[in-house]
């Protein structure tokens, strides 16, 4: 609860920017520029004069939308294979894990960001490197939760009355096995919101004039000395986030667990 709490108001505040900010990210102050906190700018202005908490819900509302929709392809593609390779085996399950052993020899975030080099930077780019890179540990998830299930008693069951393959997975194995999908995609979320934070951070992420919390700590780096919270409040705003998921994740395994 202490999670969906913290992720709810997170969330609701990220997507309620274009009513509750109190400027548009790009709107910029020319007298206030670096200003500190005052009644007109909450949080104060960064370097360009622009109102850092409006740039700060703004650039929540970007990074935890690409964050929930760059998981969603890689969720969909490895519970589909995961499946297969677990209930049929053989060459399917072969075929299926090579792939994987492949994908995972490489470091995660080297990968990712050779993969948005080759594809171009942007969000584009990060849908592609996530879409190739982030599903095979959902695939390696599901078949290993797969491999117990078709031995159960309710599958052979299944088998002995005739009941079709399409049908025994989608009836009697998924409902078994894509919970706990679903509970490490939370903690994916996470995982890639800092991915897009960090791509962000090294220019290769979100492109200006979009806010991204990973360029407002790139560039609110230089001012640490006189303006900390420039960098600061991004990068608390991320751990935040990834609190509020984290404890999600663990609830919905607890919620989801089959019986």
């Known amino acids: 609860m202490t999670g969906l709490l913290l992720t709810g108001l997170l969330a609701l505040a990220f997507l309620l920017a274009p009513v509750i900010s109190p400027y548009a990210p790009d709107h910029q102050d020319l007298y206030g520029i670096l200003s500190g906190p005052s009644a007109r700018h909450l949080l104060g ?47 399917v399950e072969t075929t299926v894990m090579r792939v994987v052993d492949v994908l995972i020899a490489f470091p995660f975030y080297v990968l990712v ?48 009355g005739g009941v079709g393959d399409l049908r025994i ?13 679903i509970v490490y995609s939370m903690s994916d979320i996470v995982l890639v919101i800092v991915a897009v934070v960090t791509l ?14 990973g360029a407002m700590i790139s560039d609110g780096q230089q001012f640490l000395t006189t303006r900390w919270e420039l960098a600061t409040f991004p990068g608390l705003a ?22």
Not at 52 to 71: H, I, K, M, N, Q
Not at 200 to 213: A, E
Not at 241 to 259: C, F, H, K, M, N
């Open 113 to 160: 960001i050779a993969l948005v080099f080759v594809a171009g930077t942007g969000i584009t780019g990060i849908f592609i490197a996530f879409a190739v890179a982030d599903w095979v540990v959902y695939a390696r998830i599901v078949r290993s939760a797969t491999l117990v299930v078709r031995q159960s008693d309710y599958v052979a069951a299944a088998r002995t």
């Open 45 to 91: 202005t960064d370097e360009l004069g622009r109102d850092e908490l409006s740039r700060l819900l703004w650039a929540g509302r970007t990074d935890l939308l690409v964050g929930v929709l760059a998981v969603v392809f890689p969720f969909c593609l490895g519970t589909v294979l995961g499946t297969l390779a677990g209930f049929y085996g053989g060459w």
């Open 238 to 259: 991320v751990v935040l986030t990834g609190i509020g998921l984290s404890l999600l994740g663990d609830g919905l395994a607890e919620v989801l667990r089959p019986q």
């Open 169 to 181: 997975m989608l009836g009697h194995v998924l409902p078994n096995t894509v919970t706990q999908a």
């Open 200 to 213: 962000g951070y090294l220019g290769l992420g979100v492109q200006p004039p979009t806010p991204d919390w």
